[in-house]
Structures are given as C-alpha cells and as structure tokens.
C-alpha cells in the first residue's frame, strides 16, 4: 500500500446493507483491513498459530467499536474489510455489536488495487493486519504493521486527534 493512492471505484457489500464505494466517500474515513474473524466452536484455518499477526481481529474490532464515539467526534468513519464474504462478517458484526460495516472483498475486487499485504495457509489468502486513513477516496497515511491489535484503535485516536 501507498499514500497517495486513489481508491478504484468498486462497491462492496456492507454488513450494514446495501454497499459503500470508498472512492466516492466524502470526508476522513479509516479502513480497518483484517485477516479473517473466527466464530465459536468453528476451528482456525491450518497453523493459524504459527503465522504472526493474524490473531487479533476480535479484539481490535472491539478496540473500534469501543472508541467508535471518538472517531465520530473527529468526523472519520470507520469501515473494516477482510476477504470474508458478508453472511460470515454479519455474524461478527452482531455478535461483537459493531456500530460501523464491515465490507466484504471477496470477489478481490479492492485489495489488489489498494497493494495491501497478503499471507496464505491452508490454500486461501488472507489480508495482513493494516489501516489505510481515507480522504475523499485517496489513501492518506498507512499504519501498518499493526503489531497490537487490541490497542490500535486507541492508537490511532491518539495520532489523529
């Protein structure tokens, strides 16, 4: 990924309904990019506990949704994407009471674009941890790698406030 980069025109589903094209969003918006969210009782992709950094998506969502009122304050929506499609992100989204979307990239539609960093196991690809600071459909700043998930929300609150 690279400041400056203008967000291709694509609409992806949201768990919120409808879809949301970041191209064509007006104002300051952080895209929260994400490897994949488990669900109780549902096992881990193959050697998930070997690859660092791709535990921590449920409690850096919980970090944004708990911080959610802040970023709204300073005007910066957030939106969180991984390559999972919507009915499984919709679960999450409920279970954890997400008060922003989470947009599916399934069909690979913006994550190539964006040059986002990727890692695989078990045959599938997954997003690495990142967020991309949104201004009227350009990328503005990058902050990755995101080494504390669980603390990233409250970071990035402290570096844009």
Do not use: C
Not at 3 to 13: C, D, I, R, T, Y
Not at 20 to 44: E, M, Q
Not at 104 to 111: G, I, Q, R, V, Y
């Amino acid at each position: 990924m690279r400041k400056g980069l203008k967000l291709p025109s694509v609409a992806l589903p949201s768990t919120q309904g409808g879809s949301v094209d970041l191209s064509a969003h007006k104002g300051r918006a952080l895209l929260i990019l994400y490897p994949w969210t488990g669900r109780p009782g549902v096992p881990n992709p193959p050697r998930w506990d070997d690859i660092p950094g791709a535990h921590g998506s449920t409690p850096e969502l919980e970090g944004f949704r708990d911080l959610s009122a802040s970023f709204r304050e300073m005007s910066i929506a957030l939106f969180g994407l991984s390559r999972q499609d919507t009915a499984w992100q919709q679960e999450l989204s409920e279970r954890l009471s997400l008060p922003f979307p989470l947009l599916s990239d399934a069909k690979d539609e913006l994550w190539p674009a964006l040059e986002a960093e990727t890692f695989e196991t078990g045959g599938e690809i997954y997003l690495k941890r990142a967020t991309v600071l949104i201004e009227n459909g350009g990328a503005e700043e990058i902050f990755a790698p995101v080494d504390d998930p669980a603390g990233h929300a409250a970071d990035l609150l402290n570096r844009l406030g």
